[in-house]
């Protein structure tokens, strides 16, 4: 997910600076101002505190349970009753929806050490120091590196030759551990030259040009046939171990590939119309590496607190909260959800706002672009008015916002698809801070959005407390606001958008060269 400026700072900063004293009406007056204000009350009454125990019990789970809360483990499962418990005991319907999907990860956690003079373990996921290129079969490998026609320091971009020519494996001593580098050639002709020259295990890294450091693709070998453990590495990586001479590592890969079920968790409110649905959603997953507390744990924490705050009220719309399961293998419960749904079903649904990802600790407060003005890519109609609710939202507070894409990542891509108006908030991922934004929103520029994305420090550390109170707020506003009046949003029945499907959640694109 990629975010830039809506206004560019200038537009942003006289934007929330033209509109801080303007109080948030959102749909043009949603309700009386009289007696009892639906927005206010919940707004008060749902605090970021409140919000951060639930990332703490999130925290907990995963602790006794491998440190991650992934589709298809225990970790997960747990989570999920305890979203359940606590949605019934406050008097919601609620249904636990499960469905099948192919799990694929790891029985056991991987392994890259160093094992010289000065050990040292490298961690695995994408954005830290390594993974494991599609198809590599299991295996383990201790023993030697030896480098392969590396270049260091690296010369132009998508240059290096290392390993694409058996030639280069002239000398290599058989049972080693082969080091190349990213370049001209793909994956899969480096590992098979190395297997080849009698290689025990291959590791690439990444090349070292700007923009060629992380591991921030999804490397993959092209099918099966390959023998040896295969990693991909950080320029950084590489280059330690090139510069080790002599020096040893112990590689070990286990993966696994079955059919699990997960869950969805459906709670909707007992009164409102139901013919004109307000639904909410988050998923409740983590991926393996991690406990996945800002990633997702946060909108999902996010959306429980504000409906155990809202449970008592008597909505003149039907509100529905989705935590969805198996969004990190490729948005799986929404797409299912929205599949099983009858069309005629589909039709009652107003709007939905989609929450991934609220309180990254280098944040910006990204609101998704409705209208399409930023990017070029608008939601279906009524998408650009819940855009510019959440936008009030901010700019009522003075706060700075910014557009983000519907880059179809996240759980609002399936209900797009289904031509169902959708918007929500994003507080950032792997994509660096630019100065820019430092000078708008604090933190610093330079670093990504979310340092610890999809990796195993996403903890309940790595959450900002500001941005998750201020987000959790904005929920409780535009929640408020529509469960009294959706407004011309949804007015009409929606019709599919085929032109706007979503494409799956990925770490990265699927490379296997360059």
Not at 319 to 328: D, K, M, Q, Y
Not at 350 to 355: D, T
Request: net charge negative; aromatic share 10%; proline share 6%.
């Amino acid at each position: 997910m990629r975010s830039r400026f809506r206004k560019g700072v200038l537009g942003v900063v006289v934007a929330a600076m033209t509109l801080s004293c303007v109080a948030f009406t959102g749909t043009a007056n949603a309700h009386p101002r009289h007696h009892k204000d639906p927005v206010r009350d919940l707004v008060k009454a749902v605090s970021g505190k409140n919000v951060n125990k639930h990332l703490k019990v999130l925290q907990a789970i995963a602790k006794v349970n491998d440190d991650t809360r992934v589709s298809g483990t225990r970790g997960f499962d747990l989570s999920r009753d305890y979203v359940a418990r606590k949605l019934r005991a406050a008097g919601y319907k609620v249904t636990v929806q499960p469905f099948e999907f192919l799990f694929e990860g790891y029985r056991t956690p991987p392994v890259l050490q160093s094992t010289g003079a000065d050990p040292k373990t490298y961690t695995y996921g994408f954005f830290s120091d390594y993974v494991a290129m599609g198809d590599s079969p299991a295996g383990s490998a201790s023993g030697q590196t030896q480098a392969v026609d590396v270049v260091l320091p690296p010369g132009e971009p998508n240059s290096s030759t290392s390993g694409c020519e058996a030639s280069d494996f002239d000398g290599f001593v058989a049972g080693r551990i082969a080091l190349m580098q990213r370049g001209t050639c793909n994956f899969r002709v480096k590992v098979d030259n190395a297997m080849a020259a009698g290689a025990s295990g291959a590791i690439v890294f990444n090349e070292g040009q700007e923009g060629r450091t992380e591991v921030d693709l999804n490397p993959v070998l092209g099918g099966p046939g390959v023998t040896i453990p295969s990693f991909f590495t950080s320029f950084a990586v590489g280059q330690e171990l090139a510069a080790t001479a002599g020096g040893s590592v112990t590689m070990n890969w286990d993966p696994v590939s079955e059919t699990r079920t997960t869950y969805n968790v459906i709670a909707e409110t007992r009164r409102g119309d139901p013919g004109n649905v307000v639904m909410v959603g988050a998923h409740l997953d983590s991926v393996q590496e991690g406990p996945g507390i800002n990633d997702n744990g946060s909108g999902s924490a996010g959306i429980l607190e504000v409906a155990l705050k809202f449970a008592k009220a008597k909505p003149k719309n039907q509100v529905r909260f989705a935590f969805w399961g198996a969004e990190e293998f490729g948005l799986l419960g929404s797409q299912h959800y929205v599949d099983a749904l009858p069309a005629e079903e589909r039709e009652k649904i107003a709007l939905y706002l989609n929450f991934d990802m609220i309180a990254s600790p280098n944040y910006t407060f990204g609101v998704y672009d409705g209208d399409g003005d930023a990017f070029g890519t608008a939601g279906p109609e009524g998408s650009a008015q819940i855009e510019e609710d959440f936008e009030k939202f901010y700019a009522g507070r003075g706060l700075p916002f910014t557009a983000t894409a519907f880059t179809g990542r996240s759980d609002y891509g399936p209900f797009i698809a289904a031509g169902i108006p959708a918007g929500g908030l994003f507080t950032g991922a792997e994509v660096l801070k630019t100065e820019e934004e430092a000078a708008i929103f604090g933190g610093t520029a330079g670093i990504p959005l979310d340092p610890c994305y999809h990796s195993a420090c996403d903890t309940i550390e790595n959450v900002s407390a500001k941005a998750l109170d201020v987000n959790s707020d904005a929920i409780a506003t535009l929640v408020a606001t529509y469960a009294f009046d959706t407004g011309t949003i949804g007015a009409t029945a929606p019709t599919p958008a085929a032109a706007r499907t979503a494409t799956p959640h990925r770490h990265g694109p699927a490379e296997s060269r360059n």
